[in-house]
């Protein structure tokens, strides 16, 4: 069993930046990929970046890809998203993941979900 929970949310102004973490417990961090996901109201969930075990590899939504930038601190067991240059469609529940089998995160369907912090972008 893993917990995951996000902090770091909240508001900002469009154009600046935000940084969110995830601490996870339970098991090995290293052994599991991470990512983060979203979700606006009355909207499907999606995906945002995910990173390797090792932190070897990344990946990125092409809407995020540029903007915003996904890390790993396994000493730590963190997982961390930096969002810069947000906009007003930014504004969401970001969510952490995390899986044993990266594809599985990268497909949307990761084995443990946090609870989710919210992220909201004025303009």
């Known amino acids: 069993q893993v917990q995951l929970v996000e902090s770091g949310g909240g508001l900002v102004q469009a154009g600046g930046s935000l940084r969110l973490s995830c601490a996870a417990s339970?098991?090995?961090?290293?052994?599991?990929?991470m990512g983060w996901f979203r979700q606006a109201p009355g909207k499907e969930r999606e995906f945002v970046a995910a990173i390797s075990r090792s932190g070897d590899s990344t990946y990125y939504a092409d809407t995020m890809k540029g903007r915003f930038t996904i890390s790993r601190d396994n000493a730590k067991n963190t997982v961390y998203l930096q969002m810069n240059s947000l906009k007003s469609e930014d504004t969401c529940v970001y969510y952490c993941?995390?899986?044993?089998?990266?594809?599985?995160?990268?497909?949307?369907?990761?084995?443990?979900w946090g609870q989710g912090t919210q992220v909201t972008v004025s303009s």
């Open positions: 993941a995390a899986d044993q089998v990266p594809i599985k995160l990268r497909l949307g369907r990761p084995d443990y």
């Open positions: 339970g098991r090995l961090f290293s052994n599991y990929a």
